[in-house]
């Protein structure tokens, strides 16, 4: 009696399909996962560069009597006095910031692409609120933005120094400038580190500040860190005033006189809307 060959059952057409369904949702829920592993990988880079930087810039001002860098000069921007104490422009970049547009300003050699940091020079740009005075002219008429004393600084351990920005070619962290270079309307969730700034302090330390994308009214797009309290860091003195003469026109103020702490109240008192 011939033996009989046993039936090989294959899977039908529903079974792969389910499969196929199975593991596109594994795939789904995993792939988030792994993008915001490698971001936290990313910020934890830049926050080390933050760390590295923010001991450069404290060398720099043991050295300069204990003036902080000066924004601008007729020499540059504050970046360039710090390269000095940093000599690795890599440094400067941060691993989540790839843009090139604007960038190509002949005095860093790492371009086309942005540097990744910016500097305090207040909470609102030239008001003088952060380490570098009101803006100003010096002699031959170049625009300046000298650097204060440390001890004009109330508490240099609650003012950020310098981070993360989509500024340039100015590189400000200013919160008219921080996200300059992205479009109008920008998601809050977009923001690079999924929102968690990395800044170095007044002190040399650095760490994370959670920030937003917002509208201030009659002035467009600013970033705003998502605590008031937070805000306060970009105000080497809550009480300070900008020069005598600063016009708030064409900047996301109320009035020339307000201290930066009244700044930041504007801020958090409905003239921003908070972009999800």
Same mark, same amino acid.
């Given at each position: 009696?011939?033996?009989?060959?046993?039936?090989?059952?294959?899977?039908?057409?529903?079974?792969?399909?389910?499969?196929?369904? +199975?593991?596109?949702?594994?795939?789904?829920?995993?792939?988030?996962?792994?993008?915001?592993?490698?971001?936290?990988?990313?910020?934890?880079?830049?926050?080390?560069?933050?760390?590295?930087?923010?001991?450069?810039?404290?060398?720099?001002?043991?050295?300069?009597?204990?003036?902080?860098?000066?924004?601008?000069?007729?020499?540059?921007?504050?970046?360039?006095?710090?390269?000095?104490?940093?000599?690795?422009?890599?440094?400067?970049?941060?691993?989540?910031?790839?843009?090139?547009?604007?960038?190509?300003?002949?005095?860093?050699?790492?371009?086309?692409?942005?540097?990744?940091?910016?500097?305090?020079?207040?909470?609102?740009?030239?008001?003088?609120?952060?380490?570098?005075?009101?803006?100003?002219?010096?002699?031959? @008429?170049?625009?300046?933005?000298?650097?204060?004393?440390?001890?004009?600084?109330?508490?240099?351990?609650?003012?950020?120094?310098? @981070?993360?920005?989509?500024?340039?070619?100015?590189?400000?962290?200013?919160?008219?400038?921080?996200?300059?270079?992205?479009?109008? @309307?920008?998601?809050?969730?977009?923001?690079?580190?999924?929102?968690?700034?990395?800044?170095?302090?007044?002190?040399?330390?650095?760490?994370? +500040?959670?920030?937003?994308?917002?509208?201030?009214?009659?002035?467009?797009?600013?970033?705003?860190?998502?605590?008031?309290?937070?805000?306060?860091?970009?105000?080497?003195?809550?009480?300070?005033?900008?020069?005598? @003469?600063?016009?708030?026109?064409?900047?996301?103020?109320?009035?020339?006189?307000?201290?930066?702490?009244?700044?930041?109240?504007?801020?958090?008192?409905?003239?921003?809307?908070?972009?999800?």
């Amino acid at each position: 009696m011939p033996r009989r060959t046993p039936m090989v059952r294959g899977f039908t057409l529903i079974e792969l399909l389910v499969v196929i369904a +199975i593991i596109a949702i594994i795939a789904a829920i995993l792939f988030p996962v792994f993008a915001q592993a490698r971001e936290k990988a990313r910020a934890m880079s830049c926050l080390s560069n933050m760390k590295q930087a923010g001991l450069a810039w404290s060398m720099y001002t043991q050295d300069y009597d204990e003036t902080t860098l000066p924004q601008l000069t007729g020499a540059g921007y504050w970046y360039l006095p710090l390269q000095a104490y940093v000599k690795n422009w890599n440094m400067m970049l941060c691993p989540s910031r790839s843009d090139t547009a604007g960038c190509q300003d002949g005095s860093i050699p790492v371009s086309p692409r942005c540097l990744g940091y910016g500097y305090n020079d207040g909470f609102v740009s030239d008001t003088g609120y952060g380490l570098s005075y009101t803006q100003t002219k010096d002699l031959r @008429g170049n625009t300046l933005r000298p650097g204060r004393s440390l001890a004009a600084i109330t508490t240099p351990a609650d003012c950020v120094a310098f @981070g993360d920005t989509y500024d340039n070619p100015g590189y400000s962290i200013a919160m008219d400038n921080i996200l300059s270079r992205l479009p109008k @309307g920008v998601s809050s969730g977009g923001l690079r580190h999924m929102q968690n700034f990395n800044f170095a302090f007044a002190d040399g330390h650095a760490k994370n +500040i959670r920030m937003q994308a917002g509208e201030y009214s009659g002035f467009g797009l600013v970033g705003i860190p998502a605590s008031p309290t937070d805000a306060l860091k970009w105000c080497s003195d809550p009480n300070i005033v900008p020069a005598a @003469g600063f016009k708030a026109s064409g900047y996301p103020l109320q009035s020339g006189m307000e201290t930066c702490a009244q700044a930041v109240a504007g801020f958090y008192s409905g003239r921003v809307s908070v972009n999800p």
